[in-house]
């Protein structure tokens, strides 16, 4: 039985007013959710390692400075989970492989982590992934299956598909977790839980990516309001990224009570007919666009300027995963994900030509959209045509699709322009899965789709992760 079981279901902002007055500190709330994760562990699979010795020791660390008055940042006893494709200090990142041995030297915490540690943050460890990230599902040689916490016979989505879970079942208010294609909106999507894919650059990422400029690095949270706190803490600098941006100019959290009075909202429910959407998602995603309107948006249905640039995509990403795997011997190939080793042959094959003929697809693509948001402030989808589907697939069953692409075309596009995007959890299916409206904004306008989220929450569209998943803790 979970110790404090109230506090699992706390944001971040609701542990931090807690610990402000005195109601509660951070080793209580550290134990509620090593309590949870270790419950749902056996039947959801979110978690490569607990650390919990290490969060225990952080937490009483944390809760002596609140004793004294003097917390050390923002997030100073939060209790956080970071994706093992980000490097933790002291623990193996194994990105999801047989292929990385945990004997490494494992003393540098990524850009992101860093900030976080330096804001007092609990880590509680680190939380499944695909093979270095490759798939929108989330399993692994190294760690098997992940599983959606509100149908464990269903998948999680993915790349951070534990991250996406472990937010959902309130193992930790907040996740890092990585986005390449789609990687922290599809679980969003699925899991029922916010995500945020910021402006490349937006968050330091070091040790660079293989898959580049797609990869980003984004907050998993109950809310937007907990991952505005998240971003005014993990945007920090860091000289180890040449790509960073500057740190913004202003918080966050302080930009979210704008509301989107006025904003020019363009709502492509299918863009432009290329994407077939489940009914149910399509109704959910058309009376939150409705609401918007409501709180005093000009809304109208409008499809940005672009077909599917799936095959450019898969230069992009095949080259990249090849790339990953460059060095990898036979015996250690023989151990890989079997999809991702026909992603690799696929990218090895492909000529200097072929790659910037697809980086060329990149840069209209981003011309387009980029005058597409000299008319519109946001662009509302679907995150998903559909609901999760079945654990331990790539691909549903009987779509006749052969790559995880072929289910995510609202998400990859916008790696490819690098622009903010958001899932926003807006209702269920008949079978209880939840489903995302994603929100997308020009480059650089990442306050603006917090902002929009936000007001999503506020009025009552969107809704934090609800209890009573359909995971029992501590089951098979």
Not at 83 to 94: N, Q, S, V, Y
Not at 157 to 176: F, W
Not at 242 to 247: E, I
Not at 372 to 391: C, I, K, Q, S, W
Request: negative net charge; contains cysteine; charged residues 20%.
């Amino acid at each position: 039985m979970t110790e404090f079981p109230e506090l699992t279901d706390l944001t971040a902002v609701q542990l931090l007013d807690g610990y402000r007055g005195g109601e509660f500190g951070p080793v209580a709330a550290t134990r509620a959710a090593l309590a949870r994760a270790e419950e749902i562990q056996p039947e959801v699979n979110a978690f490569v390692r607990l650390t919990a010795g290490e969060a225990l020791e952080q937490a009483a660390a944390s809760e002596e400075r609140w004793r004294r008055g003097e917390p050390r940042g923002l997030l100073d006893g939060v209790p956080v989970t970071v994706k093992d494709i980000l490097l933790l200090r002291g623990a193996p990142t194994l990105k999801g492989s047989l292929t990385v041995d945990p004997a490494g030297r494992w003393d540098e915490d990524a850009p992101s982590v860093a900030r976080l540690r330096e804001h007092g943050a609990v880590f509680l460890g680190k939380t499944t992934t695909p093979e270095f990230g490759w798939k929108g599902v989330t399993d692994s040689p190294l760690s098997g299956v992940t599983r959606n916490p509100h149908d464990p016979t269903r998948t999680a989505g993915g790349s951070s598909g534990g991250a996406a879970a472990a937010v959902a079942l309130g193992a930790g208010p907040l996740a890092l977790g990585t986005d390449g294609g789609g990687s922290v909106r599809i679980p969003a999507s699925f899991c029922g839980v916010f995500a945020l894919k910021p402006t490349y650059g937006r968050v330091p990422l070091y040790p660079a990516s293989a898959f580049g400029t797609l990869a980003h690095v984004g907050p998993m949270t109950r809310d937007a309001a907990d991952a505005a706190l998240l971003m005014d803490v993990i945007g920090g600098a860091d000289s180890r990224d040449w790509s960073a941006l500057p740190p913004s100019a202003g918080s966050f959290s302080a930009g979210l009570a704008g509301g989107v009075r006025g904003l020019r909202v363009a709502y492509s429910p299918t863009l432009g007919g290329q994407v077939a959407v489940r009914p149910e998602v399509a109704a959910a995603v058309r009376r939150a666009v409705e609401r918007l309107a409501g709180l005093g948006a000009y809304v109208e249905e409008a499809d940005p300027d672009f077909v599917d640039p799936v095959e450019a995509f898969h230069a992009l990403w095949f080259a990249g995963a090849a790339r990953v795997t460059q060095h990898l011997g036979p015996g250690q190939r023989a151990r890989l994900d079997p999809g991702l080793r026909e992603i690799c042959a696929s990218g090895a094959r492909l000529s200097a030509l072929d790659y910037l003929a697809a980086v060329d697809v990149r840069m209209d693509l981003g011309r387009r959209m980029g005058r597409f948001h000299d008319t519109y402030d946001l662009l509302v989808t679907p995150t998903m045509p559909g609901t999760a589907f079945e654990a331990g697939a790539e691909v549903p069953k009987g779509s006749g699709l052969r790559r995880w692409t072929g289910w995510t075309p609202f998400t990859y596009p916008f790696n490819m322009t690098q622009q903010p995007a958001a899932s926003v959890p807006v209702g269920r299916d008949a079978d209880g899965l939840p489903i995302g409206l994603q929100l997308v904004a020009a480059r650089h306008r990442d306050a603006l789709v917090l902002r929009a989220a936000h007001a999503l929450y506020e009025a009552g569209v969107a809704a934090g992760p609800a209890t009573g998943t359909g995971v029992t803790p501590g089951g098979s």
